[in-house]
């Protein structure tokens, strides 16, 4: 319920633009007409990589085209961050994670911090997680054999929980259900990669501990079938209660793993061909609402948590753009890193093959949803999170207040269609190729980054020093609001 309300420009000797919030109204949902709510995410999945995003796409991506097509498309929605753990930590909580001081052996999410499962399990709803987690689990390294695991997705407004603790690469490697191991990870694995592939790509896991019977290969469709055995369950159960699902894909992140059906069938090599696979996943799961009954009252949000592990040459190799005309990739502040394939459905709510390029962030998520149902968010909780529902609805334009990312020390603001890097370099993955390919992000020559993103997407050409009245007002704003949340400021 928290849509912009006003926008004050201060002019003083380090001027900038601060504005403040308010509850926005919109038409009340009846109970009979309350939503399941349907999350998504693919973990690693690049902006050019669904077709529905990137024409020139090698990928065929049949079933993410097809919830465009029923929805709205977003091409300016940004993750909470560039990499797993902070794009999931803003997601579930409404809050930009470079706020968060808490440590990853303790779990991420505090017990008092409000997240969409608790949220929703206060509105009257059932709540479900599967998937990858990686938001920390207490002894999720050392699991203790039959004591519980604290810290996780039951701890955090999910009622019921199945996947694993971190990613597919990371070991220990065993499954998990509500709060105890399904079995102990006993075995050992070595490590894995494949041949002209660099390190991170192709079968990449890391050695470590492993449950027995644990295969890899076969986690995407374990999961995906977990996910259609509890909407089953849920339709033959008849419960009143609407389900919250949050539906946290293990790829195409590595390992790529794709199954006999789809190697060789993309023209993006093994990562491409594991990228179909999810996508197929995606549709099963989709087929399933569909069988049941469930998809016209069912609230589907489809995201990738952040940018893909695509280099240079492998554009190159196979004439694919994972991040399509962006630049950078996963863990960058550019855009590639953070600006994610977003797309909403909602039968009968949302027009059909409707597309904002307003800008969002996964961070608003809490709130639009706290605005469908009508139900005010706690003042204590979400931030940084800003209703989305009038796009829904059609409205062009939707300003919010900044997006902030940031890794390895360096910030990024972005401001309608203006982008600030407080640092040199991309902040991420990029930066290990930068010897190799020298003339891919020509940018270091200034103490910052400014780009005008309406002009230059590719972020190619930095404005720091043509701008300096911008890069001010840009950089006393990012000053501003890493000191405080969002909404306070007034």
Not at 254 to 274: I, Q, V
Not at 295 to 304: C, I, Q, R
Not at 376 to 382: E, G, I, T, W, Y
């Amino acid at each position: 319920m928290r849509t912009l309300s006003k926008f004050i420009y201060l002019l003083s000797a380090a001027s900038f633009t601060i504005w403040g919030c308010s509850d926005g109204k919109s038409k009340p949902v009846s109970k009979k007409e309350t939503p399941n709510i349907l999350i998504i995410l693919a973990d690693d999945m690049g902006y050019g990589d669904p077709s529905s995003f990137n024409p020139e796409s090698k990928i065929s991506t049949p079933n993410i085209d097809r919830l465009a097509g029923e929805g709205i498309k977003f091409t300016n929605a940004h993750a909470a961050g560039p990499w797993c753990v902070p794009s999931r930590y803003g997601l579930l909580t409404g809050r930009f994670p470079f706020r968060n001081e808490r440590e990853y052996s303790n779990s991420m999410i505090s017990s008092e911090r409000l997240t969409i499962g608790k949220f929703l399990q206060q509105s009257d709803y059932q709540t479900a997680c599967i998937g990858k987690w990686h938001q920390g689990i207490i002894d999720e390294k050392n699991p203790v054999k039959g004591v519980r695991l604290n810290g996780g997705p039951v701890d955090k407004g999910f009622d019921y929980y199945f996947g694993i603790p971190a990613s597919l690469d990371i070991p220990p490697y065993y499954y998990i259900e509500n709060d105890h191991y399904v079995d102990y990870p006993s075995d050992s694995i070595g490590d894995s990669s494949t041949k002209g592939w660099s390190p991170i790509q192709g079968e990449f896991w890391r050695k470590g501990m492993i449950s027995p019977g644990f295969q890899h290969k076969n986690v995407l469709s374990f999961l995906s079938g977990k996910v259609n055995d509890y909407l089953d369950d849920y339709d033959q159960s008849k419960k009143e209660k609407p389900f919250f699902m949050y539906f946290a894909m293990t790829a195409p992140h590595t390992p790529w793993l794709p199954e006999k059906m789809f190697k060789g069938k993309s023209g993006a090599g093994m990562y491409g061909d594991f990228v179909m696979q999810s996508d197929y996943y995606i549709g099963t799961v989709l087929q399933k609402l569909d069988d049941l009954g469930l998809s016209e009252n069912t609230l589907v949000l489809f995201a990738s948590d952040n940018g893909p592990v695509w280099f240079p040459d492998n554009v190159s190799k196979y004439g694919h753009n994972s991040v399509g005309s962006l630049s950078g990739m996963k863990s960058d502040v550019l855009e590639g890193g953070h600006r994610m394939p977003f797309i909403v459905r909602w039968p009968g709510h949302i027009e059909k093959q409707s597309e904002s390029d307003a800008i969002v962030s996964f961070t608003d998520i809490i709130a639009t949803v706290a605005d469908i149902l009508e139900k005010p968010l706690p003042k204590d909780s979400a931030e940084d999170s800003f209703s989305f529902l009038p796009l829904l609805k059609g409205k062009k334009d939707n300003l919010r207040p900044p997006v902030i990312i940031t890794n390895n020390g360096i910030f990024s603001i972005t401001y309608k269609h203006w982008k600030y890097i407080n640092g040199k370099g991309p902040g991420g993955f990029t930066n290990m190729i930068m010897e190799k390919f020298p003339n891919i992000l020509p940018r270091d020559e200034y103490d910052g980054q400014l780009y005008n993103l309406s002009e230059d997407i590719g972020e190619r050409h930095n404005l720091y020093a043509e701008n300096p009245e911008k890069v001010k007002e840009l950089s006393d704003l990012l000053d501003v609001y890493i000191k405080k949340p969002t909404r306070p400021i007034k």
